[in-house]
């Protein structure tokens, strides 16, 4: 499965921005999908998580009511609505497949997100 994360950018503090996940596999809608960041200095963190058929969402604490993950398996594509967002939400984005859910054994490349004040 080969993951092609876009959407980062540079946003002011209290903005949105949508990121987007394709993936390569023909089988993606029997993946499990997940969005993780990693911020300057820290380790890759967990922010959100959805079921292969959508119907199951899973969020961190500190994104949730904020972020929103969603699923097209029409379009193999995963995302991340992210509104209000902080400055420690600062990262590179990193969305990651999961044949079995928790197991994420395919990771795209990563989008950097910027949030300015």
């Known amino acids: 499965v080969q993951l092609q994360a876009s959407g980062g950018g540079l946003v002011q503090a209290g903005g949105s921005l949508r990121l987007s996940c394709a993936a390569s596999?023909?089988?993606?809608?029997?993946?499990?999908m997940g969005w993780f960041r990693q911020a300057p200095g820290k380790e890759r963190e967990f922010v959100a998580a959805?079921?292969?058929?959508?119907?199951?969402?899973w969020y961190a604490d500190s994104i949730k009511g904020r972020f929103t993950i969603s699923r097209d398996n029409a379009k193999n594509t995963v995302y991340l609505q992210m509104n209000s967002l902080k400055l420690e939400d600062t990262a590179v984005y990193y969305c990651?497949?999961?044949?079995?859910?928790?197991?994420?054994?395919?990771w795209g490349q990563g989008t950097q997100v910027t949030v300015s004040s």
């Open positions: 990651a497949a999961a044949p079995h859910l928790g197991e994420y054994g395919y």
């Open positions: 596999a023909r089988t993606f809608s029997s993946y499990a």
């Open positions: 959805i079921s292969w058929s959508g119907g199951d969402t």
